[in-house]
């Protein structure tokens, strides 16, 4: 039986609004450090970064409003708040309740809130060059069950379905009379194209579509220059950001709006590893500690912050915890947006002072020094931002609040 979820009641629209209306072992660094994943898991859908160096630092910048697309069904003229009636927030890579701007957006601009997350049978049972494999799949139904156990907690819930989402999407808009759906961008070229499906069947519905930035340290929307004219190499990516400023993390909702009344849509179960279409038995080399979710990730974290609190400097010793052994440890969670890097970044900055600092140290070999991991986060960052740029649609700019590879 479901827990008891809040639920919102809903004015119904009338006649006249109506008609307007695998975890893998693939390193993001070659050098010491990676971002990678245990050995035991599939090698693909993480990037292999060189190590490199560079310090930023910065007060946070003011957060900027994000594209709308599409048209949208009115806003209700009884509602003296200009509150949209109902939005869904569709999840993807973003599995946290924690730094999330676009469920906070949804919440804050919302009267009631339709949290989603669909299984797409495209991305699983393929061969591990291209889907998800058993170890992959496995870690994606933890942390989605973890979501759902977040969002509970603070009365909500989350949706579960499988199928494809430009055909999900417009039948539960329909189902709840849906103002918009909130999301936050990818950068493979896959995600790009179901942004682009979800966009074109949500426009037939007469859906706005709200796009969100989280996935990277540094926003989208801050960087010194337009993203089809961001430098290939890290280089000139390295020389234009110095200095570039991290926005503040956003504190999770203690509450959250309830779910719509209107269309009494059915929560779902959660799928198994044979519903994907993956064969379980392959999963059984998956190591324990594996587990996916925010609430794992934000432990590991903490546990990782006093590790590098208790080692030498890097530029010190070798023999420590630096290097491939990091990815173990949180590369997983961030892949699939459990975590994010500004809230690792906070995290690490205030209790791991030796791995990692907001002082800008242009000299900086990159080796040494107190900032190895700072380092290692603006690799990531160059990645998915290249990534966005060549994934792109051709003479298509990149609008405020995209998103990023994990």
Known sequence: MEPATQFAEIPEANAAEEQQNPLAMAPFATASLSFSLPTALPTTHFFQQPKISALFSGQPAKAKSPLSLGPHRPLDP????????????????????????????????????????????????????????????????????????????RGSDLVVRMGRLEEVLPEMAKAVGADAVYVNREVSKDAVKSEERIEAAMKEEGVEVKYFWGSTLFHVDDLPFKLEDMPSNYGGFREKVQGLEVRKTMAALDQLKGLPKRGDVELGEMPSLADLGVNPIAQEGKAASMLGGESEALQRIKKFAAECQ???NKGTSSDNIYGANFSSKIAPWLTNGCISPRTMFDELKKTASNAISAAIKPNDGGDGGSNWLMNEFLWRDFFRFVTKKYSSPVGAPTPVGAGALA
């Open 310 to 312: 208790q080692q030498p």
């Open 78 to 153: 009884n509602n003296g708040a200009g509150l949209r009636k109902c939005s869904i927030v569709l999840f993807r890579a973003d599995l946290r309740v924690h730094d999330n701007e676009c469920l906070n957006a949804a919440n804050n601009e919302s009267m009631s809130v339709l949290p989603v997350f669909c299984f797409d049978p495209r991305d699983y049972g393929k061969s591990p060059s291209s889907g998800k494999g058993p170890f992959q799949a496995s870690f994606m139904l933890e942390s989605v069950a973890d979501l759902r156990n977040s969002l509970r907690s």
